[in-house]
């Protein structure tokens, strides 16, 4: 079923429909979360709050479909899909992979954004390709894709937990001091997105890396 969205690039001196370069200029973005309101405020939820921010500040409405609730934003040409899985972290794959497929958007146009321990708090990190890092989300992702060569946007929520609190603290809120910072960090979140539609992934991650 995937197959046609690995391959859609590489075809030599291939000539593009009116329907192939229309989804050209359509990406998918998914944020990662747990649904319920229990989860809204948590650390592991950054994903789904950094879309909620970019549909806040366009006036933009979520609806409820399959495997998700999504919204549309439309920037300089392109469609942006916004996507928040409804199958909880550890099922994402099903639901980007429904998306992918029924939207045909080629793989290259996908953006997934998780949270990562592995780096500081706000750090802001564009990746082409990698591991899932331990990250359940991340790892159902590649296993439903079959590759782990698709675009992700890492957001640093800290290691500062301790030994066997790992569970309890992506899934803990954010501190008072964290807050504050928050929203600046989620203004600069909503230009990669755009950036990554429209600049193209390699300078978004010249321009945005580190941050």
Known sequence: MFNWLQNFF??????FSVEEKDSMKKFLIVGLGNIGEKYQNTRHNI??????HLA????????T?????LTSYKFKGRTFILLKPSTFMNLSGKSVLYWLTKEKIPLENLLVITDDLNLPFGTLRIKTKGSDGGHNGLKDIQEK????????FRFGISDAFGKGQQVDYVLSNW??????KLSERLDKSIEIIKSFGTAGIKHTMNDYNGK
């Open 10 to 15: 590489r075809k030599p001196n291939k000539t």
């Open 47 to 52: 994903g789904f709050k950094i879309l909620e």
């Open 56 to 63: 806040t500040k366009n006036d933009l409405i979520f609806e």
């Open 65 to 69: 479909h399959k495997l998700g609730d």
């Open 145 to 152: 894709l079959n590759t782990t060569n698709y675009n992700r």
């Open 175 to 180: 501190t008072e001091e964290e807050e504050e």
